[in-house]
């Protein structure tokens, strides 16, 4: 038997019930051994063992004439019994049925009755006989034929002797006189499994029935449903003796289970379609009378829990029903709201038994979740219509209260809900409660001044004082209410932000004072990283809306917004290590509004704008470049520098490639010369080779194609110092690259001549020469390959 754990006793009743149930087992157990054990002494006496087979002969001669080994059996005696008599019990019934409906009108009154009593009579009777004889499972077959015959018995008396009557009102009379039979027939041989759970399952047919029969209407066969299912509990509560108790619990709470949420049903839909408190009265009295039923029910059977729960809910149905039919539907929400607290307070209540109490709380809960669902969601959707706003910007569009499809009940509904699961929370250590609570209560606090139609400027106030309580709540509480918080705090000042959009005085009040409670926040060192985190990026975000607004009302065009944005970037890295934790955040935000900035400089294209925002957003790049730790935003200010010194050009219309890559190689060669100061190692590759190709290829294509000769020059004398440079310091880059350079300005300067010289050459000298040449290769080709190796390893001596 199960016990409790140590230093919690059971209640009486609790206790009884779980002796009662496991002596009902045990009763089971010791009924199958009994029978078993019968069975077993009923078998013949095993045959003699076999005696051991011969040593086999020589070549196998003895294995092949003993033939193959006996074949284990397929199948236990009593399974092919069970097997034999359900078949045979299955076709005597289809034979009973077949008789009755075919061949019963070819026999008088007198023959067929004879027929069917003998027949019944025999079938009921044979199964005492046969347990007396120890043949149980017989007498089980042979007395579901019997039970059977009862009906087609019912059946052939309604056809012969009482045509004329109601169809449905003999079927209720027949059930209940055929339940009688079987719980009589099961009093008198109570070996019998079968006898008791067919009285039950007959018995739940009587009743409804009736009902129909006397056209009762909904409501009548409500009760009469809510009445069987009474019956059935009654039976698996009261029930005495082990042995009948487990016949019929299983069958009777089925039925109890199914009629009753037949019943409840029907009171629902009866009480939906009440148009008044005195239409309502009736269905109302149907659910309160289930309600108790399903307590009852609870209260004695610590296995019932469902009970509860489903009473707990007819009787919320039940009391709030009635005074729905007189209540708008958002307020008869409300009723049913606080009608459901009661149950929720069942959780601290004493002297309940646990099925009866947990039921009951979780049925206020249930009660009070869809409660709270159906007011959240058209008070959300109220916010959302505030997006109109952004059609026109500071002209007034705020929509006024008849827009909003919820009502004051709403804001109702969420705070007593709130409050509900705040209490809960305090009752239960779980955080779920708790966050449904913050939530809940911040729909409904945030809502309530825009559902009650309060002026505009009034709303804003009371948003605003819900935002910062929220977040005062997101920096003070625990991880799942208090991020439950943040969130509610961040949806609140996103969409403050959007309704104060409707006006200038509006937009600066809102995005200042929801900016400095941010930056607040984000400063505050013992709340939760995540949410100081949070909070430093809104900090910076509204700053940068401030700053644009400060555009706007300056009657700036939109790309010239980027110089008040840039100030951001650089307040936040003139903050620096100041920010502490929160600085990688705020420093990532920051780096936003400095590519908005950018973005919004370069559209529509001005190109002096252009310059000059990527002139200042490289300095503040540089100025943030100046810490050890953010070196890397070196390479960013050189490119904005870089971009900066290219549209100006551009725009300046010079159309030298000079201009535009030396401002690239000088930087770069000066950043190679550093790091191979600093690392001797480095490859010249990679210190010299890009700022090097960044100006000599670029300038190599332009002399290809310019006629004059100063380019060409020009680009040789520099191609010439690299390539000496380079063979001075012993450095591969210049070397290579210059020696490149130099080769391929030379042969643009001697092309013409080569040319001209090409015509002046008679046709056979170019094929002559060639042949020469391949000889002279061919006869020095082994010292060729070693001047090739000794250049290959000067040059990989080179760095």
């Known amino acids: 038997m199960a016990t409790p754990p140590p230093g919690i006793p059971l209640p009486p009743a609790h206790e009884l019930a779980l002796i009662d149930r496991e002596l009902a087992q045990l009763d089971v157990r010791r009924t199958y051994l009994l029978a078993r054990r019968d069975w077993l002494l009923r078998l013949p006496a095993p045959a003699p063992a076999p005696a051991p087979a011969p040593a086999p002969a020589p070549d196998g001669w003895g294995a092949r004439a003993t033939g193959s080994p006996a074949r284990a059996k397929e199948a236990s005696g009593p399974g092919a019994q069970n097997v034999l008599l359900t078949l045979g019990a299955v076709l005597l019934a289809v034979a009973a049925l077949a008789f009755t409906l075919v061949s019963w009108g070819s026999l008088g009154i007198a023959g067929r009755s004879a027929v069917l009593a003998v027949v019944t009579a025999a079938?009921?009777?044979?199964?005492?006989?046969?347990?007396?004889?120890?043949?149980?499972?017989?007498?089980?077959?042979?007395?579901?034929?019997?039970?059977?015959?009862?009906?087609?018995?019912?059946?052939?008396?309604?056809?012969?002797?009482?045509?004329?009557?109601?169809?449905?009102?003999?079927?209720?009379?027949?059930?209940?006189?055929?339940?009688?039979?079987?719980?009589?027939?099961?009093?008198?041989?109570?070996?019998?499994?079968?006898?008791?759970?067919?009285?039950?399952?007959?018995?739940?047919?009587?009743?409804?029935?009736?009902?129909?029969?006397?056209?009762?209407?909904?409501?009548?066969?409500?009760?009469?449903?809510?009445?069987?299912?009474?019956?059935?509990?009654?039976?698996?509560?009261?029930?005495?003796?082990?042995?009948?108790?487990?016949?019929?619990?299983?069958?009777?709470?089925?039925?109890?289970?199914?009629?009753?949420?037949?019943?409840?049903?029907?009171?629902?839909?009866?009480?939906?379609?009440?148009?008044?408190?005195?239409?309502?009265?009736?269905?109302?009295?149907?659910?309160?009378?289930?309600?108790?039923?399903?307590?009852?029910?609870?209260?004695?059977?610590?296995?019932?829990?469902?009970?509860?729960?489903?009473?707990?809910?007819?009787?919320?149905?039940?009391?709030?029903?009635?005074?729905?039919?007189?209540?708008?539907?958002?307020?008869?929400?409300?009723?049913?709201?606080?009608?459901?607290?009661?149950?929720?307070?069942?959780?601290?209540?004493?002297?309940?038994?646990?099925?009866?109490?947990?039921?009951?709380?979780?049925?206020?809960?249930?009660?009070?979740?869809?409660?709270a669902l159906s007011a959240l969601l058209p008070a959300v959707a109220s916010l959302g219509l505030r997006v109109r706003v952004l059609g026109e910007v500071w002209a007034a569009t705020t929509p006024a209260r008849e827009a909003y499809e919820a009502g004051p009940a709403a804001t109702v509904t969420l705070l007593v809900a709130a409050g509900a699961a705040g209490w809960v929370a305090r009752v239960l250590p779980r955080p779920e409660p708790g966050v449904l609570a913050v939530v809940l209560g911040w729909a409904g606090l945030f809502t309530a001044p825009l559902l009650y139609g309060l002026p505009v400027a009034a709303v804003l106030a009371a948003q605003l004082a819900v935002t910062a309580a929220a977040g005062v709540c997101a920096l003070r509480l625990g991880r799942g209410p208090g991020y439950a918080a943040a969130v509610c705090a961040l949806v609140g000042a996103l969409n403050l932000s959007v309704a104060a959009l409707d006006g200038r005085t509006a937009t600066f009040a809102?995005?200042?004072?929801?900016?400095?409670?941010?930056?607040?926040?984000?400063?505050?060192?013992?709340?939760?990283?995540?949410?100081?985190?949070?909070?430093?990026?809104?900090?910076?975000?509204?700053?940068?809306?401030?700053?644009?607004?400060?555009?706007a009302l300056w009657g700036l065009a939109a790309s010239w917004w980027a110089l008040p944005l840039l100030a951001i970037p650089a307040a936040v890295a003139a903050a620096g290590p100041r920010l502490g934790r929160v600085r990688l955040p705020a420093e990532l935000a920051a780096g936003a509004v400095g590519a908005v900035a950018l973005l919004l400089a370069a559209w529509p294209w001005e190109p002096a704008r252009a310059a000059l925002v990527c002139a200042l957003a490289g300095v503040?790049?540089?100025?943030?470049?100046?810490?050890?730790?953010?070196?890397?935003?070196?390479?960013?200010?050189?490119?904005?520098?870089?971009?900066?010194?290219?549209?100006?050009?551009?725009?300046?219309?010079?159309?030298?490639?000079?201009?535009?890559?030396?401002?690239?190689?000088?930087?770069?060669?000066?950043?190679?010369?550093?790091?191979?100061?600093?690392?001797?190692?480095?490859?010249?590759?990679?210190?010299?080779?890009?700022?090097?190709?960044?100006?000599?290829?670029?300038?190599?294509?332009?002399?290809?194609?310019?006629?004059?000769?100063?380019?060409?020059?020009?680009?040789?004398?520099?191609?010439?110092?690299?390539?000496?440079?380079?063979?001075?310091?012993?450095?591969?880059?210049?070397?290579?690259?210059?020696?490149?350079?130099?080769?391929?300005?030379?042969?643009?300067?001697?092309?013409?001549?080569?040319?001209?010289?090409?015509?002046?050459?008679?046709?056979?000298?170019?094929?002559?020469?060639?042949?020469?040449?391949l000889l002279m290769v061919g006869a020095t080709y082994e010292k060729r390959l070693r001047d090739a190796r000794r250049l290959r390893d000067a040059l990989g001596r080179l760095r």
Do not use: K, N
């Open 620 to 773: 503040v790049c540089a100025g943030a470049a100046v810490r050890a730790e953010r070196r890397g935003l070196g390479w960013a200010a050189g490119a904005l520098f870089l971009a900066a010194t290219w549209i100006r050009l551009s725009a300046s219309g010079v159309q030298v490639p000079e201009a535009y890559t030396l401002p690239v190689t000088v930087p770069a060669l000066a950043v190679g010369f550093v790091r191979r100061r600093r690392d001797a190692r480095a490859s010249s590759w990679t210190a010299y080779g890009p700022g090097l190709g960044a100006t000599l290829l670029p300038s190599l294509l332009a002399a290809w194609g310019d006629p004059h000769w100063l380019r060409p020059l020009l680009l040789g004398l520099a191609a010439l110092a690299v390539t000496l440079l380079g063979a001075h310091r012993r450095l591969q880059a210049p070397l290579l690259l210059g020696g490149a350079t130099l080769a391929a300005v030379a042969l643009h300067e001697l092309a013409p001549y080569v040319v001209q010289v090409a015509d002046a050459l008679p046709r056979w000298l170019p094929p002559a020469l060639a042949g020469l040449l």
């Open 510 to 551: 809102v995005f200042g004072l929801l900016g400095a409670g941010c930056a607040a926040g984000a400063a505050r060192r013992p709340a939760p990283l995540p949410v100081r985190a949070g909070a430093a990026v809104l900090a910076v975000g509204y700053a940068a809306a401030v700053a644009a607004a400060l555009g």
């Open 123 to 371: 079938a009921l009777g044979a199964p005492a006989p046969l347990l007396h004889r120890g043949l149980r499972s017989t007498a089980e077959s042979v007395a579901a034929v019997g039970l059977l015959l009862t009906v087609l018995d019912a059946y052939a008396v309604y056809a012969v002797a009482t045509p004329d009557t109601g169809g449905t009102a003999y079927a209720a009379g027949a059930a209940a006189v055929l339940a009688a039979l079987s719980a009589g027939y099961a009093r008198s041989l109570p070996r019998l499994a079968l006898p008791l759970p067919a009285a039950v399952l007959t018995a739940q047919l009587p009743l409804p029935l009736a009902a129909v029969a006397a056209a009762a209407g909904p409501a009548g066969t409500g009760w009469a449903l809510l009445a069987t299912a009474a019956l059935d509990a009654a039976l698996v509560l009261l029930v005495p003796g082990v042995r009948a108790r487990a016949a019929v619990s299983g069958p009777a709470a089925v039925s109890a289970a199914v009629l009753g949420a037949a019943a409840l049903l029907t009171g629902l839909a009866e009480l939906a379609r009440a148009g008044s408190a005195g239409a309502a009265a009736g269905p109302a009295l149907l659910l309160a009378a289930g309600a108790v039923l399903g307590v009852a029910v609870a209260w004695r059977e610590p296995s019932a829990m469902a009970a509860s729960v489903a009473g707990g809910l007819a009787g919320v149905a039940a009391l709030g029903g009635t005074l729905r039919p007189a209540l708008a539907p958002d307020w008869a929400v409300v009723v049913f709201l606080l009608l459901a607290l009661p149950l929720l307070a069942a959780v601290r209540a004493s002297g309940i038994p646990a099925a009866a109490r947990r039921g009951l709380a979780l049925a206020g809960a249930g009660v009070a979740a869809l409660a």
